[in-house]
């Protein structure tokens, strides 16, 4: 409710810039009345006048300008009233509306009823200014052709939404065929022809054919053999035999010239000559080859001419030959028939006297045997039935029934008659002959069978079927052919169709049947003859030809084309005679939507309406073929119309509501033609413009046709009711609602044929109509119910939420709109659409609510016949999709990069067998339209996407759903690379297996091959190990289980369940009975190569061996921090089970780390959980730990670097990444180059866990030297090391460190990063190798690794001398390099933020030493400093701190002044987030040493707090933030303890060190010489404020154990301001105080008197003596302090030789 309030809040204060929403609103008129009575009103021709028409303020007019009217303009600023069904067409170039207008009709729909056309012209832009004033509106540039209602209101009423009136759309229940053609025969082409008659003899009679068959002798008056052969007749075998034969041109000769002269040959009409003849070679065996065959070559094969001899002086002899082909001639001594064509022309009709036949060029010796010789007109036999001769166009295609006495080819023919002709042969099976057709000696894919069909009897809408049967020999791997009709076209050229494409197949399949439906179109339109082939596949010059068989070879009528349609007839209550419909695709493409008018409307006895159409339409696919998913016609015609003038441009007219909030608008019932203006923004046919809440508004049953720019648009308008719209023919989408508009009614509206006449290049900046989609939704406010969008250029709903919400001129606004609820989306459809039926991506509205329940629901989606996915679901987190159908689609349903889904109560089917046959001219139009794309039911993913710890967590849950048809594409299209009812995405993730949680209940999955998932498949894109659990058994093969899981078919899944797996198709596994859980060990990739996970049930003791798996896509994803890991996944039932690592020999083995994470509980009842699985791993005792994590930085050295293994990079782009650089190391080795591109970038390594938990919480000193370039290889001029390490201009050390959100769960892992843990060691030279430095405590954790990161951009890294090395903690010395002794910073570094600069400057320090200065300090706190080992430290320790300090300017020892004071030295602990700072150091004496250095120093008794903890860190604070300061000398140790002597430094000889004041400003102290004796130093404080000023030390409180004796010796002077002694009695003198801090009942204070009684010496030094046994209250404190004060104010007091000395 609080982000709907928000969406209207930006709707209704338009608080928003840009190109409109400047513009203020518009209102209703204050000088109209809220209601107008138009009784008696005017008509509008009264304000007719030679310009634009105003409609004044105040006034109905009522409409009355006739049939034709033409005006300038139209500005409705009253009100015009257009009576009810008023006939008029209004030609203007613009129409305002400020006022009202209001028009109806209620006749039945027809172009013959309409009534009110307003028709927008014109191209020259209209300035419309407010009646009223407006913001920003005075006046406005409205472009060309606007209908514009600003603060106005329309009521169009074309259409009432009222019992009877009908729909404006419906599904097509079923098809009236239109009748097959029969085209009236041509002779001689589509029929047979008779033999002309004789010319000079009635009563001869031509026969049609001649035959001599030698059954009743030989008429040798006409057959010869030529000289030397000799012809014999055989009468009991009916044959003519030639022998003697000596020459080739020796043989038969038939004398043809009395049948030509007695019946006249019909000039170029073909003959067809057959012979039925045997060769008899006595050279050789009965059955061989012959030698024609052998050598196949013309002068060895035998030859059939034609003489041709004409009469003297016209001409002489001439021959046509035709050689008998090898692939034609039988084997030795068996009958074969040899059929060939013959045709004359004009030449060789005229002036002949003689024909003459001869069969020779045989081999000498050989016997020719002759049984037939048939010479003929091809008859009816040759010819399709002239009774009905579009039925079957193939002629005698089961080569049964030819001419020839049934061996004749004709009508089918070769493409190559020099290698092949068509043979019929003849075969015997199971008793009965069958005839078929051979060919063999093929070179060309094409080499086929050959025939024409009748072009005429492709009727466009038609549909035919296209069979044959085939088999091969002559190879053994499979081959594919297609059925392809070519030829001349009447208006899409020379075409190659083919209706037909066969999956392959093998010799030894034998005869093979293939069959399949073509529906015809305009590339079956041939202006001749087409050619019919046969082209193959998978054959060619190197691989030879096979020799093909065909059979039963049929182009058979199916159907026609649809005359009339049927329909519901309440819905088509007012659809008229004469109005115009849209028919929706039946294909992949909207395109492929037909327009029809309606001829005549009757109804049928069940209420239904035939609708005939004026003109036959392709078939579709009606409720009747598809129940539930047939295709829809709408009725386009509306009797109202609002239409742009056509100006030859795609710039139409538009109707706009603009800026008009709290006014309902009725749009109903009108048709908007050729409105919209192509690539101009707010230019659509109907759109509604930032009009806020519109409660009341209707655009509904609307038709949109052939729009320039979208249907209707909806922005930044809330309530409005968009019902029944149909859109036909539109560019861009059709209905937009942008990502403000809400609580709109999107109702049973209807987009077909979207079209892609906008591109990139000429697209509205800011929108995307080049992906053009019938609804585009970026809003989830809005409600969706019954929409079909069929035909979408791309998407036929394209739902996109946005992350940012975008307002008007698309300027950001707040609100997440996909984090938002989505209203309701249910009952829509989407078909027929280029890409997805229904794109649903970025619904992140889980992250708001976490709520399970309160999240997107899709309700009753269908989608088929979609070229892509049905639907495609990308980044829908915890998305429901409850009930739906999908079919026909590419994909049924993808799930990408989307996790939690639900798919419920669906029906998912394949492609049907229909939708196959009903399209086949091309690849574009079918599906598996690329060889790549797998046909799936539900494309799922095989990873979780989103990992987060309150990320849904599973992948997807099925319930209720049937996939069926999946088991036929591969058949259907083979090239199809698979086809699976259930298939995985190759989208991974570093788990690189399979971990998507997934469950399935009552799934049922109907394929004859047995597949539910293709887990071979699966594996090669990265998921060996699928998991899917079955609650109820579904699953199963043998549908025998209550429930099991579906695993891949891998030992290592099934070997610890016994006998219950069984192996079923596509490399998977059921196994019944089992519930799996899983849980995942990552480790490192490198030297793990040949590790396993053995998994053991302790239990059954059986056990598996798990491989490890990887993602693998080049180097740089492979040595990726983040990426690269290998996993070892195992899905278990519940139980008890150890795991171990294991080589390939079996031994136990540590893969460096093991990161175990576990996947949710499994859906169903039993899986393994956390603590069922223990994980053993190999000992690593002191001894070992001492050897193995010496360095734990392993191949850092370059000395012995040979690879760049087992480095790693956290760089995401690129392929180059860590590169061995031989030679280039720091000592002359092989250095590691890393290229970079970001600063977040680095190389990295893991630690070896066994380590980091073995040494978890020593200290480890981290050393790299590293050499730094710019992107040409030149020194990187922008290191900087003194800039924060977040700054980016210097590299540093960063550990990432894998934690548990709930170690109690290990579901969610994340990196916690300790960063700046290194850095670059001042001075630092970008000509030479920078030395990275830093000492931590090593953490642990199951993962943990370094990264070298931070350095600016582009700068590329050089590694070497890289370690991790253990640092001890010394106790005499915790500070490190103290003095500088390296020469550089190393061991130092800074405390606090911004840029302080640290520098080593020789000879600043004392004694000509270094200095160690911070300058840029920025803060008084900010300086140098030591992190610190301090793990020898134990709680109680003393630690000593001393060093000597100075700033650049004089500061002021004894104030607290910030701008003024000297620095004091601070120890700093964090232990488990535990924060300490102890002032550990002051500065006590007055004057500084030579050079301005003053000695600061104290001492720290470590607390419990503070031992041992996760760091320790030495700095110095306070000084002014622009001075600089300097260090030297600095130290930090442990004061081992003495309970003999408690005081350190008693006789002052190394001056004030380890004493201090007791207050900062209230006194000073002042070292001295001499000190008492003469010699050495004493310290005086002065200047003191009060008697309770003095001096204090730290003394040791574990030497304070009650009843212990010690004696207190002093020695003291007490001297005035002039420094003369001064004497003092009793009280007045001297005393030493022990206060006890930090004690169970408050501070004690326990104060001595000299117990020495003898007089005070004002001159010298007088000693101080007391005796005392420890009490009970001291000893309990936890610090104990020696004070030296309460004397007179006005007084020095001086102090040597002060010891506290036990009593033995």
Same mark, same amino acid.
């Given at each position: 409710?609080?982000?709907?309030?928000?969406?209207?809040?930006?709707?209704?204060?338009?608080?928003?810039?840009?190109?409109?929403?400047?513009?203020?609103?518009?209102?209703?008129?204050?000088?109209?009345?809220?209601?107008?009575?138009?009784?008696?009103?005017?008509? $509008?021709?009264?304000?007719?006048?030679?310009?634009?028409?105003?409609?004044?303020?105040?006034?109905?007019?009522?409409?009355?300008?006739?049939?034709?009217?033409?005006?300038?303009?139209?500005?409705?600023?009253?009100?015009?009233?257009?009576?009810?069904?008023?006939?008029?067409?209004?030609?203007?170039?613009?129409?305002?509306?400020?006022?009202?207008?209001?028009?109806?009709?209620?006749?039945? &729909?027809?172009?013959?009823?309409?009534?009110?056309?307003?028709?927008?012209?014109?191209?020259?832009?209209?300035?419309?200014?407010?009646?009223?004033?407006?913001?920003?509106?005075?006046?406005?540039?409205?472009?060309?052709?606007?209908?514009?209602?600003?603060?106005?209101?329309?009521?169009?009423?074309?259409?009432?939404?009222?019992?009877?009136? #009908?729909?404006?759309?419906?599904? &097509?229940?079923?098809?009236?065929?239109?009748?097959?053609?029969?085209?009236?025969?041509?002779?001689?082409?589509?029929?047979?022809?008779?033999?002309?008659?004789?010319?000079?003899?009635?009563?001869?009679?031509?026969?049609?054919?001649?035959?001599?068959?030698?059954?009743?002798?030989?008429?040798?008056?006409?057959?010869?053999?030529?000289?030397?052969?000799?012809?014999?007749?055989?009468?009991?075998?009916?044959?003519?035999?030639?022998?003697?034969?000596?020459?080739?041109?020796?043989?038969?000769?038939?004398?043809?010239?009395?049948?030509?002269?007695?019946?006249?040959?019909?000039?170029?009409?073909?003959?067809?000559?057959?012979?039925?003849?045997?060769?008899?070679?006595?050279?050789?065996?009965?059955?061989?080859?012959?030698?024609?065959?052998?050598?196949?070559?013309?002068?060895?094969?035998?030859?059939?001419?034609?003489?041709?001899?004409?009469?003297?002086? *016209?001409?002489?002899?001439?021959?046509?030959?035709?050689?008998?082909?090898?692939?034609?001639?039988?084997?030795?001594?068996?009958?074969?028939?040899?059929?060939?064509?013959?045709?004359?022309?004009?030449?060789?009709?005229?002036?002949?006297?003689?024909?003459?036949?001869?069969?020779?060029?045989?081999?000498?010796?050989?016997?020719?045997?002759?049984?037939?010789?048939?010479?003929?007109? %091809?008859?009816?036999? =040759?010819?399709?039935?002239?009774?009905?001769?579009?039925?079957?166009?193939?002629?005698?295609?089961?080569?049964?029934?030819?001419?020839?006495?049934?061996?004749?080819?004709?009508?089918?023919?070769?493409?190559?008659?020099?290698?092949?002709?068509?043979?019929?042969?003849?075969?015997?099976?199971?008793?009965?002959?069958?005839?078929?057709?051979?060919?063999?000696?093929?070179?060309?894919?094409?080499?086929?069978?050959?025939?024409?069909?009748?072009?005429?009897?492709?009727?466009?809408?038609?549909?035919?079927?296209?069979?044959?049967?085939?088999?091969?020999?002559? *190879?053994?791997?499979?081959?594919?052919?297609?059925?392809?009709?070519?030829?001349?076209?009447?208006?899409?050229?020379?075409?190659?169709?083919?209706?037909?494409?066969?999956?392959?197949?093998?010799?030894?399949?034998?005869?093979?049947?293939?069959?399949?439906?073509?529906?015809?179109?305009?590339?079956?339109?041939?202006?001749?003859?087409?050619?019919?082939?046969?082209?193959?596949?998978?054959?060619?010059?190197?691989? #030879?030809?096979?020799?093909?068989?065909?059979?039963?070879?049929?182009?058979?009528?199916?159907?026609?084309?649809?005359?009339?349609?049927?329909?519901?007839?309440?819905?088509?209550?007012?659809?008229?005679?004469?109005?115009?419909?849209?028919?929706?695709?039946?294909?992949?493409?909207?395109?492929?939507?037909?327009?029809?008018?309606?001829?005549?409307?009757?109804?049928?006895?069940?209420?239904?309406?035939?609708?005939?159409?004026?003109?036959?339409?392709?078939?579709?696919?009606?409720?009747?073929?598809? %129940?539930?998913?047939?295709?829809?016609?709408?009725?386009?015609?509306?009797?109202?119309?609002?239409?742009?003038?056509?100006?030859?441009?795609?710039?139409?007219?538009?109707?706009?509501?603009?800026?008009?909030?709290?006014?309902?608008?009725?749009?109903?019932?009108?048709?908007?033609?050729?409105?919209?203006? /192509?690539?101009?923004?707010?230019?659509?046919?109907?759109?509604?413009?930032?009009?806020?809440?519109?409660?009341?508004?209707?655009?509904?049953?609307?038709?949109?046709?052939?729009?320039?720019?979208?249907?209707?648009?909806?922005?930044?308008?809330?309530?409005?009711?968009?019902?029944?719209?149909?859109?036909?023919?539109?560019?861009?989408?059709?209905?937009?609602?942008?990502?403000?508009?809400?609580?709109?009614?999107?109702?049973?509206?209807?987009?077909?044929?979207?079209?892609?006449?906008?591109?990139?290049?000429?697209?509205?900046?800011?929108?995307?109509?080049?992906?053009?989609?019938?609804?585009?939704?970026?809003?989830?406010?809005?409600?969706?119910?019954?929409?079909?969008?069929?035909?979408?250029?791309?998407?036929?709903?394209?739902?996109?939420?946005?992350?940012?919400?975008?307002?008007?001129?698309?300027?950001?606004?707040?609100?997440?709109?996909?984090?938002?609820?989505?209203?309701?989306?249910?009952?829509?459809?989407?078909?027929?659409?280029?890409?997805?039926?229904? $794109?649903?991506?970025?619904?992140?509205?889980?992250?708001?609510?976490?709520?399970?329940?309160?999240?997107?629901?899709?309700?009753?989606?269908?989608?088929?016949?979609?070229?892509?996915?049905?639907?495609?679901?990308?980044?829908?987190?915890?998305? *429901?999709?409850?009930?739906?159908?999908?079919?026909?689609?590419?994909?049924?349903?993808?799930?990408?990069?989307?996790?939690?889904?639900?798919?419920?109560?669906?029906?998912?089917?394949?492609?049907?067998?229909?939708?196959?046959?009903?399209?086949?001219?091309?690849?574009?139009?079918?599906?598996?339209?690329?060889?790549?794309?797998?046909?799936?039911?539900?494309?799922?993913?095989?990873?979780?996407?989103?990992?987060?710890?309150?990320?849904?967590?599973?992948? &997807?849950?099925?319930?209720?759903?049937?996939?069926?048809?999946?088991?036929?594409?591969?058949?259907?299209?083979?090239?199809?690379?698979?086809?699976?009812?259930?298939?995985?995405?190759?989208?991974?993730?570093?788990?690189?297996?399979?971990?998507?949680?997934?469950?399935?209940?009552?799934?049922?999955?109907?394929?004859?091959?047995?597949?539910?998932?293709?887990?071979?498949?699966?594996?090669?894109?990265?998921? %060996?190990?699928?998991? &899917?659990?079955?609650?109820?058994?579904?699953?199963?093969?043998?549908?025998?289980?209550?429930?099991?899981?579906?695993?891949?078919?891998?030992?290592?899944?099934?070997?610890?369940?016994?006998?219950?797996?069984?192996?079923?198709?596509?490399?998977?596994?059921?196994?019944?009975?089992?519930?799996?859980?899983?849980?995942?060990?990552? /480790?490192?990739?490198?030297?793990?190569?040949?590790?396993?996970? @053995?998994?053991?049930?302790?239990?059954?003791?059986?056990?598996?061996?798990?491989?490890?798996?990887?993602?693998?896509?080049?180097?740089?994803?492979?040595?990726?921090?983040?990426?690269?890991?290998?996993?070892?996944?195992?899905?278990?039932?519940?139980?008890?089970?150890?795991?171990?690592?294991?080589?390939?020999?079996?031994?136990?083995?540590?893969?460096?780390?093991?990161?175990?994470?576990?996947?949710?509980?499994?859906?169903?009842?039993?899986?393994?959980?956390?603590?069922?699985?223990?994980?053993?791993? %190999?000992?690593?005792?002191?001894?070992?730990?001492?050897?193995?994590?010496?360095?734990?930085? @392993?191949?850092?050295?370059?000395?012995?670097?040979?690879?760049?293994?087992?480095?790693?990079?956290?760089?995401?782009?690129?392929?180059?990444?860590?590169?061995?650089?031989?030679?280039?190391?720091?000592?002359?080795?092989?250095?590691?180059?890393?290229?970079?591109?970001?600063?977040?970038?680095?190389?990295?390594?893991?630690?070896?866990?066994?380590?980091?938990?073995?040494?978890?919480?020593?200290?480890?000193?981290?050393?790299?030297?590293?050499?730094?370039?710019?992107?040409?290889?030149?020194?990187?001029?922008?290191?900087?090391?003194?800039?924060?390490?977040?700054?980016?201009?210097?590299?540093?050390?960063?550990?990432?460190?894998?934690?548990?959100?709930?170690?109690?769960?290990?579901?969610?892992?994340?990196?916690?990063?300790?960063?700046?843990?290194?850095?670059?060691?001042?001075?630092?030279?970008?000509?030479?190798?920078?030395?990275?430095?830093?000492?931590?405590?090593?953490?642990?954790? =199951?993962?943990?690794?370094?990264?070298?990161?931070?350095?600016?951009?582009?700068?590329?890294?050089?590694?070497?001398?890289?370690?991790?090395?253990?640092?001890?903690?010394?106790?005499?010395?915790?500070?490190?390099?103290?003095?500088?002794?390296?020469?550089?910073?190393?061991?130092?570094?800074?405390?606090?933020? #911004?840029?302080?600069?640290?520098?080593?400057?020789?000879?600043?320090?004392?004694?000509?030493?270094?200095?160690?200065?911070?300058?840029?300090?920025?803060?008084?706190?900010?300086?140098?400093?030591?992190?610190?080992?301090?793990?020898?430290?134990?709680?109680?320790?003393?630690?000593?701190?001393?060093?000597?300090?100075?700033? =650049?300017?004089?500061?002021?020892?004894? =104030?607290?002044?910030?701008?003024?004071?000297?620095?004091?030295?601070?120890?700093?602990?964090?232990?488990?987030?535990?924060?300490?700072?102890?002032?550990?150091?002051?500065?006590?004496?007055?004057?500084?040493?030579?050079?301005?250095?003053?000695?600061?120093?104290?001492?720290?008794?470590?607390?419990?707090?503070?031992?041992?903890?996760?760091?320790?860190?030495?700095?110095?604070?306070?000084?002014?933030?622009?001075?600089?300061?300097?260090?030297?000398?600095?130290?930090?140790?442990?004061?081992?303890?003495?309970?003999?002597?408690?005081?350190?430094?008693?006789?002052?000889?190394?001056?004030?060190?380890?004493?201090?004041?007791?207050? @900062?400003?209230?006194?000073?102290?002042?070292?001295?010489?001499?000190?008492?004796?003469?010699?050495?130093?004493?310290?005086?404080?002065?200047?003191?404020?009060?008697?309770?000023?003095?001096? @204090?030390?730290?003394?040791?409180?574990?030497?304070?154990?009650?009843?212990?004796?010690?004696?207190?010796?002093?020695?003291?002077?007490?001297?005035?301001?002039?420094?003369?002694?001064?004497?003092?009695?009793?009280?007045?003198?001297?005393?030493?105080?022990?206060?006890?801090?930090?004690?169970?009942?408050?501070?004690?204070?326990?104060?001595?008197?000299?117990?020495?009684?003898?007089?005070?010496?004002?001159?010298?030094?007088?000693?101080?003596?007391?005796?005392?046994?420890?009490?009970?209250?001291?000893?309990?404190?936890?610090?104990?302090?020696?004070?030296?004060?309460?004397?007179?104010?006005?007084?020095?007091?001086?102090?040597?030789?002060?010891?506290?000395?036990?009593?033995?």
């Amino acid at each position: 409710a609080e982000f709907e309030a928000t969406s209207r809040q930006l709707m209704d204060g338009r608080r928003l810039t840009g190109n409109t929403n400047q513009i203020g609103q518009f209102a209703p008129l204050s000088c109209n009345p809220v209601e107008f009575d138009c009784t008696g009103a005017a008509g $509008l021709s009264t304000v007719v006048g030679g310009g634009p028409v105003v409609v004044p303020c105040g006034t109905c007019l009522v409409y009355d300008l006739g049939d034709e009217a033409t005006i300038g303009g139209l500005h409705i600023i009253g009100k015009l009233l257009v009576p009810t069904n008023y006939k008029s067409t209004l030609s203007t170039p613009y129409v305002f509306v400020q006022g009202e207008l209001e028009m109806s009709d209620n006749q039945p &729909i027809s172009e013959d009823n309409t009534s009110m056309k307003i028709v927008l012209t014109g191209n020259t832009d209209v300035m419309f200014t407010p009646h009223e004033p407006v913001a920003g509106a005075a006046p406005l540039n409205v472009g060309e052709k606007p209908f514009l209602v600003a603060g106005g209101k329309l009521n169009i009423r074309g259409w009432d939404d009222v019992e009877g009136s #009908g729909t404006t759309w419906t599904p &097509i229940l079923a098809m009236a065929e239109a009748d097959r053609l029969h085209p009236d025969p041509i002779v001689g082409e589509t029929a047979a022809r008779t033999a002309l008659p004789h010319l000079s003899n009635p009563t001869i009679t031509c026969p049609n054919k001649v035959v001599h068959d030698f059954e009743g002798g030989v008429d040798f008056s006409v057959w010869k053999g030529g000289d030397g052969n000799v012809l014999s007749y055989d009468e009991a075998s009916g044959t003519l035999t030639a022998t003697n034969l000596r020459r080739d041109w020796q043989g038969f000769r038939l004398d043809f010239t009395k049948f030509t002269k007695d019946c006249p040959l019909t000039q170029d009409a073909t003959y067809l000559v057959t012979i039925r003849l045997k060769i008899e070679d006595p050279t050789l065996e009965d059955g061989a080859v012959s030698i024609c065959e052998t050598n196949n070559h013309p002068d060895h094969c035998p030859k059939l001419g034609r003489s041709i001899i004409k009469a003297e002086g *016209k001409g002489w002899l001439y021959d046509d030959k035709v050689r008998l082909l090898p692939s034609s001639i039988g084997r030795n001594n068996e009958w074969f028939t040899f059929a060939t064509e013959w045709t004359w022309d004009e030449n060789d009709l005229t002036d002949t006297v003689a024909q003459v036949f001869y069969l020779e060029n045989f081999k000498p010796g050989q016997i020719l045997h002759m049984d037939e010789f048939q010479f003929e007109l %091809p008859s009816s036999k =040759s010819y399709a039935p002239v009774e009905d001769p579009c039925l079957e166009l193939v002629v005698n295609g089961d080569a049964e029934n030819a001419d020839g006495r049934g061996w004749h080819h004709y009508p089918m023919w070769s493409g190559r008659t020099d290698r092949f002709i068509p043979t019929i042969l003849e075969e015997t099976v199971d008793g009965a002959v069958n005839k078929y057709w051979h060919i063999e000696n093929r070179v060309w894919v094409g080499d086929s069978l050959r025939f024409h069909v009748n072009p005429q009897c492709f009727m466009l809408g038609s549909t035919y079927t296209v069979s044959l049967r085939a088999r091969f020999t002559g *190879k053994t791997h499979p081959v594919t052919y297609w059925f392809e009709i070519k030829g001349n076209t009447a208006t899409k050229g020379y075409r190659y169709n083919k209706p037909l494409s066969c999956p392959s197949q093998s010799a030894a399949d034998g005869w093979v049947t293939c069959s399949g439906d073509f529906v015809v179109d305009e590339h079956y339109e041939f202006t001749s003859s087409p050619e019919i082939i046969l082209v193959t596949q998978d054959e060619n010059d190197s691989t #030879g030809y096979v020799d093909w068989d065909f059979d039963d070879v049929s182009i058979k009528y199916k159907g026609g084309p649809a005359a009339g349609l049927e329909v519901d007839g309440s819905d088509a209550a007012r659809w008229g005679v004469n109005s115009d419909v849209h028919i929706t695709s039946s294909t992949l493409h909207g395109e492929d939507a037909q327009d029809g008018r309606v001829k005549s409307v009757s109804q049928k006895a069940n209420g239904n309406a035939v609708l005939e159409l004026e003109n036959p339409i392709t078939p579709v696919l009606s409720e009747k073929e598809t %129940p539930g998913y047939g295709v829809e016609i709408a009725v386009t015609s509306r009797n109202i119309k609002i239409i742009g003038e056509d100006d030859g441009t795609y710039n139409g007219g538009y109707l706009q509501v603009f800026h008009t909030p709290g006014v309902a608008q009725v749009i109903e019932g009108v048709e908007f033609v050729n409105m919209g203006q /192509t690539s101009r923004k707010n230019r659509f046919a109907i759109q509604l413009l930032y009009n806020g809440n519109v409660e009341g508004t209707s655009i509904s049953s609307n038709s949109i046709r052939q729009s320039n720019m979208r249907c209707i648009s909806v922005d930044g308008t809330a309530n409005a009711t968009i019902a029944s719209n149909v859109g036909a023919g539109i560019t861009g989408h059709c209905f937009y609602f942008d990502r403000v508009s809400a609580d709109n009614m999107v109702i049973d509206n209807l987009a077909s044929n979207i079209n892609n006449r906008i591109n990139w290049n000429n697209r509205i900046n800011g929108w995307d109509d080049y992906d053009a989609d019938g609804f585009s939704i970026w809003s989830p406010f809005n409600h969706f119910i019954g929409n079909v969008a069929a035909g979408g250029h791309k998407r036929g709903f394209r739902y996109y939420l946005d992350y940012w919400t975008l307002g008007e001129d698309l300027i950001k606004v707040d609100g997440i709109v996909r984090r938002s609820p989505m209203g309701t989306f249910k009952d829509n459809k989407a078909h027929s659409n280029f890409r997805q039926g229904f $794109l649903l991506a970025d619904f992140e509205q889980f992250f708001q609510f976490r709520d399970p329940e309160n999240v997107p629901v899709f309700e009753n989606l269908s989608a088929y016949r979609n070229r892509e996915q049905g639907i495609y679901s990308y980044n829908c987190v915890y998305c *429901k999709f409850i009930r739906g159908f999908l079919s026909d689609n590419q994909k049924g349903i993808e799930i990408r990069r989307s996790d939690g889904i639900t798919l419920q109560d669906f029906v998912i089917q394949g492609q049907t067998e229909l939708f196959k046959n009903y399209v086949t001219d091309n690849n574009s139009h079918k599906l598996c339209g690329h060889s790549g794309w797998t046909y799936e039911g539900i494309h799922m993913m095989g990873t979780l996407w989103r990992l987060g710890h309150q990320d849904p967590g599973f992948g &997807i849950r099925v319930k209720n759903v049937v996939l069926s048809g999946f088991d036929k594409e591969k058949e259907y299209y083979d090239n199809c690379p698979s086809t699976e009812p259930i298939g995985l995405s190759a989208d991974t993730h570093y788990g690189a297996h399979f971990d998507y949680k997934t469950s399935f209940e009552n799934v049922t999955v109907d394929d004859g091959r047995g597949i539910i998932l293709d887990g071979c498949r699966a594996s090669s894109y990265g998921y %060996p190990d699928i998991v &899917i659990n079955d609650i109820d058994g579904s699953l199963d093969p043998d549908m025998s289980a209550s429930s099991g899981a579906l695993v891949s078919d891998q030992t290592y899944m099934t070997g610890l369940f016994g006998d219950t797996c069984k192996s079923t198709a596509g490399c998977m596994s059921y196994c019944a009975g089992v519930c799996l859980g899983m849980f995942t060990l990552f /480790t490192e990739r490198y030297g793990t190569e040949n590790y396993k996970l @053995r998994v053991t049930n302790t239990a059954s003791t059986l056990s598996v061996e798990i491989p490890g798996n990887v993602r693998t896509y080049n180097e740089r994803f492979n040595t990726y921090a983040y990426d690269g890991q290998r996993s070892f996944a195992a899905s278990l039932p519940a139980g008890e089970y150890t795991a171990e690592f294991v080589d390939e020999f079996g031994n136990s083995v540590w893969p460096t780390y093991a990161e175990e994470q576990w996947a949710q509980a499994a859906d169903c009842d039993g899986g393994v959980s956390i603590g069922d699985v223990t994980l053993i791993k %190999p000992a690593m005792d002191a001894a070992t730990a001492a050897t193995e994590c010496a360095d734990m930085i @392993r191949n850092g050295d370059s000395a012995t670097r040979s690879d760049v293994t087992p480095w790693l990079h956290t760089k995401w782009y690129g392929e180059i990444v860590n590169e061995l650089k031989p030679g280039e190391g720091i000592d002359g080795g092989n250095a590691i180059a890393m290229d970079r591109v970001h600063h977040w970038t680095g190389i990295a390594q893991n630690l070896n866990s066994m380590c980091t938990d073995a040494r978890e919480g020593e200290f480890y000193e981290f050393n790299a030297w590293i050499k730094m370039t710019d992107a040409n290889g030149n020194p990187s001029t922008n290191i900087d090391p003194n800039r924060e390490w977040w700054r980016n201009q210097s590299p540093i050390l960063t550990i990432v460190d894998r934690q548990y959100r709930d170690a109690s769960t290990k579901q969610y892992l994340y990196d916690a990063e300790h960063r700046d843990l290194a850095n670059l060691v001042r001075p630092y030279n970008n000509d030479e190798w920078g030395h990275i430095h830093g000492i931590f405590k090593m953490p642990t954790s =199951s993962r943990l690794w370094i990264e070298l990161e931070r350095a600016p951009d582009n700068v590329k890294f050089l590694l070497d001398g890289a370690s991790l090395t253990p640092l001890t903690c010394n106790r005499d010395s915790l500070v490190r390099n103290g003095n500088l002794e390296t020469g550089d910073s190393l061991h130092w570094g800074i405390w606090g933020g #911004g840029d302080v600069v640290l520098d080593v400057v020789p000879g600043a320090g004392p004694n000509g030493g270094s200095a160690l200065k911070s300058s840029s300090r920025g803060h008084h706190s900010w300086t140098q400093a030591q992190v610190l080992n301090t793990e020898c430290v134990n709680a109680g320790d003393r630690i000593a701190f001393s060093a000597k300090i100075k700033t =650049s300017a004089s500061c002021l020892i004894y =104030s607290w002044d910030y701008n003024q004071r000297c620095n004091d030295l601070y120890f700093h602990t964090d232990k488990a987030n535990v924060r300490e700072y102890h002032r550990a150091g002051y500065i006590t004496a007055d004057t500084p040493d030579e050079g301005g250095w003053h000695h600061v120093h104290g001492i720290h008794i470590h607390t419990e707090k503070g031992e041992k903890p996760d760091l320790a860190k030495l700095y110095f604070a306070d000084a002014n933030a622009a001075w600089d300061v300097y260090t030297a000398d600095v130290k930090a140790y442990v004061l081992e303890q003495n309970c003999q002597a408690l005081v350190e430094n008693p006789d002052m000889e190394e001056k004030d060190l380890y004493w201090t004041y007791t207050d @900062r400003d209230r006194s000073k102290v002042k070292v001295i010489t001499p000190g008492a004796g003469g010699s050495g130093h004493a310290l005086r404080l002065y200047d003191r404020d009060h008697s309770w000023r003095g001096l @204090r030390q730290v003394l040791d409180p574990r030497c304070f154990v009650p009843g212990e004796e010690f004696t207190i010796y002093a020695k003291f002077r007490i001297t005035d301001a002039s420094l003369a002694g001064v004497a003092c009695e009793g009280t007045q003198c001297p005393s030493v105080v022990l206060y006890g801090k930090k004690c169970p009942s408050g501070d004690v204070r326990e104060k001595y008197w000299n117990a020495l009684d003898m007089p005070w010496d004002p001159e010298g030094w007088n000693n101080y003596e007391a005796t005392f046994a420890v009490s009970d209250e001291i000893a309990a404190c936890g610090s104990v302090e020696l004070y030296i004060h309460e004397v007179n104010a006005i007084w020095n007091i001086e102090i040597d030789d002060v010891q506290i000395n036990a009593i033995v």
